[in-house]
């Protein structure tokens, strides 16, 4: 690591793994603090149930107990919030019921915690939880989004009538597309489920929290995300305390996938226990917990209409879904399948007429929420799944009919950014490139001339395309603020240069696996021209760094890379006033490069370190300007970042099984500029074995009780290392022209783009052997592909 200037665009290992793979890693269940005690939770074994005693006199009389709080000790306090404002259709407001932070009346889901036990070990706490007597009445349960809005169905709140949260539409009126689709010349329409998906990040919740009688100062250490969006919300919306009574520690994370954004009960719940027993309080969720109150992702049942003209033009699109958000509202539950979804339905089509019609239901099963994609997943297999079966019914080639309906190219600098007809307006692309690369790789003519002589011989072959967009970097925070959010959505990046030109970095972002401490040092070690080992990246800590609004929706270079660029201009800009004094010439004569200041046409200069140590140290130094080098900077982004790409499956179906095999994956994407082409990379890799978990092998399953049927590894199959092929990607480039550093964002784009090329693939196999079936319910398990094959 000599090199002192070029990093953007190298693959540098990632300098963070060093700790974790020699187990140094420092994670939340790692953290033991003095006095420390252990929580344990009674959970409802019932999806809805009436409370009628609880009982813990036994338990509070077992060894090492310490405290026992119920619903009625909590009761005063405030649930946690929703982040996110939505309105019905007429104006009213959603439906927004409080999410206590233990249950009083009515378990609402499976696991909803009645009671919380402290005791001096986890292994007493929880023994003394299983001594806790609870009577409960047994109701009926809703786990169906659409079963859920019908006469007759059980409540889940009483003020939510038809168990109807919001509804939502977005996009040009309805009577509009009515009448396109009616005189379109042909029709293709679909009714499918996007199952349910939960999170499972390696790692599962764990929080610790104490209290500090002699300053009156409470910290949280929470596997999170966003450290300082959970103390706003904890501080100002469910507890009352001052923010800067609390501070906030989000240390090594293992994974989050979205699930680890959102503010839980359980760390609201420790922070106010804390000071109730004056010792620290920790709970590390089990792994059946983790199934059961992670917030899941996905589940919508949605029913949509493609039109097309006479040459195979689309004409408009018409989307119905019941979206379903669980018990609760969590925290940015309400936006997902609205304004992260419908928003992104123009894909990268010209279609003129759009209209997404969404229904947001409550139900009796753990909360949904944003899940690695957050709604443009959603967007995209929708469409995806569409086109592909368009091309099926209308016998034509599926790169023909996308080609001839994508957007044209545009760079969103001479030519202006495309305007959608659902709010969002594209900021750069080339959709027809990542198309063409992509079938280039895959050798497409050839393969379909092997599809037809595989059918021939009675072997299912089958390819499946799936192009995608998604939008990141979340938008410009008065736009979003227009929208519902109740937050802000900028970042912050603070750089400080020590005297010795060795540079701390303080950054909003937070790294759970995407390589911050490597990504963000090679941007600031290619701005200042130093090596990356004199660059320090600090996050996580809410009293180290000033303010910053976390890590999601793949924003962190986007977003929390440009604030820190916007710092580093200002130090360059202030180290030239000092360079010029020191090199007695004019600050518009000076240039900074490969860390040096130089005096134009000369060859005087002065380096990076004899700068930041005169800053410091300023005997010599211009009148007027302050010592130091140290500037923060908050970045509100122009837009949404728009990444896109191409995603290619070809599979083999067993014709007596209905098995399917993974034969090959092609992946073209274009997130921008790269700065780490091998972390990229890795980031798709991981996207796609979502992706194609969630088309093969992955989805949550309630029966009509409320109770989750396959909430352990025993019954809720993950995708292993042997399930796939070696993936095939590559990148195209086309930079954003918003934001400094001309990146887009790749964290979710595996996750978007995979699932529907994999469905898509498996009904191509099925049409080649005459089998004309519209759709498979994912997971496409051996057993429904072959009663697909049979029917």
Sequence with gaps: ??????????????????????????????????????????????????????????????????????????????????????????????????????????????????????????????????????????????????????????????????????????????????????????????????????????????????????????????????????????????????????????????????????????????????????????????????????????????????????????????????????????????????????????????????????????????????????????????????????????????????????????????????????????????????????????????LRKAQKEAAANGRLLGIGISTYIEACGIAPSAVVGSLGARAGLYEVGQVRIQPTGKVSVYTGAHSHGQGHETTFAQVVADKFGIPMEDVEIIHGDSEAVAFGMGTYGSRSLAVGGSAIVKSIEKIIEKGKKIAAHKLEASEGDVNFENGKFTVKGTDKSVSFGDVALTAYVPHHYPKDLEPGLDFSSFYDPANFTYPFGCHIAVVEVEKETGKVHLKRFVAVDDVGNIINPMIVEGQIHGGLAQGIGQALFEGADYDENGQLTNGSYMDYCMPRADDFPMFETASQVTPCPHNPLGVKGAGEAGAIGSTPAVVNAVIDALWSAGHKVKDIRMPMTSERVWRAMQS
């Design 1 to 446: 690591m000599s090199t002192t200037n070029g990093w953007i665009g190298k693959s540098v290992k990632r300098v963070e793994d060093k700790r974790f793979i020699t187990g140094k890693g420092n994670y939340t269940d790692d953290i033991v603090l003095p006095h420390q005690t252990y929580a344990s939770f009674v959970r409802s074994p019932y999806a809805h149930a009436r409370i009628l005693s609880v009982d813990t006199s036994a338990a509070a009389a077992m060894p090492g107990v310490v405290a026992i709080f119920t619903g009625k000790d909590v009761a005063e306090v405030n649930g946690v919030p929703c982040g996110w404002l939505l309105h019905f259709k007429n104006g009213d407001p959603m439906k927004e019921p409080k999410h206590p932070l233990l249950v009083t009346d009515k378990a609402l889901h499976v696991g909803d915690a009645v009671a919380i036990v402290i005791a001096e070990s986890a292994a007493e706490a929880k023994d003394a939880a299983e001594v806790v007597m609870v009577d409960y009445e047994e109701l009926p349960a809703v786990t169906d989004a659409f079963k859920a809005t019908q006469a007759g169905a059980s409540l889940v709140h009483d003020d939510a009538p038809n168990n109807i949260c919001f509804d939502w539409t977005l996009g040009n009126p309805i009577e509009e597309v009515d009448a396109a689709i009616a005189a379109s010349a042909h029709v293709t329409t679909l009714e499918f489920v996007n199952q349910r998906m939960v999170p499972n990040a390696i790692e599962p919740r764990a929080y610790n929290s104490s209290y500090e009688a002699s300053t009156d100062k409470y910290t949280l250490y929470t596997s999170t995300q966003n450290p300082h969006l959970i103390r706003l919300l904890m501080c100002a919306f469910v507890l009352g305390i001052p923010e800067h009574k609390v501070r906030v520690v989000g240390p090594d994370v293992g994974g989050g996938f979205g699930s680890k954004i959102f503010h839980y009960t359980e760390e609201a719940l420790l922070t106010w226990a804390t000071r109730k027993i004056g010792r620290p309080v920790k709970w590390t969720s089990t792994r059946s917990e983790s199934f059961l109150l992670d917030a899941h992702g996905r589940d919508h049942i949605t029913k949509a209409d493609m039109g097309f003209d006479k040459d195979g033009k689309i004409t408009a699109l018409r989307v119905k879904t019941y979206a379903n958000l669980g018990a609760y509202l969590s925290t940015f539950a309400s936006c997902v399948p609205t304004y992260l979804h419908g928003t992104l339905l123009q894909g990268l089509y010209t279609t003129p007429k759009i209209n997404v019609d969404v229904t947001a239901v409550f139900t009796n099963t753990c909360v949904v929420d944003a899940y690695r994609g957050a709604g443009r997943p959603e967007a995209t297999y929708l469409l995806e799944r569409l086109v592909d079966l368009a091309a099926l019914e209308l016998n034509t080639d599926p790169v023909e009919l996308r080609m001839k309906n994508f957007i044209p190219p545009f760079d969103g600098i001479t030519q202006p950014g495309y305007q959608t007809q659902v709010a969002l307006q594209y900021d750069s692309g080339n959709y027809q490139g990542v198309l063409k690369k992509g079938i280039e790789m895959l050798g497409y003519a050839d």
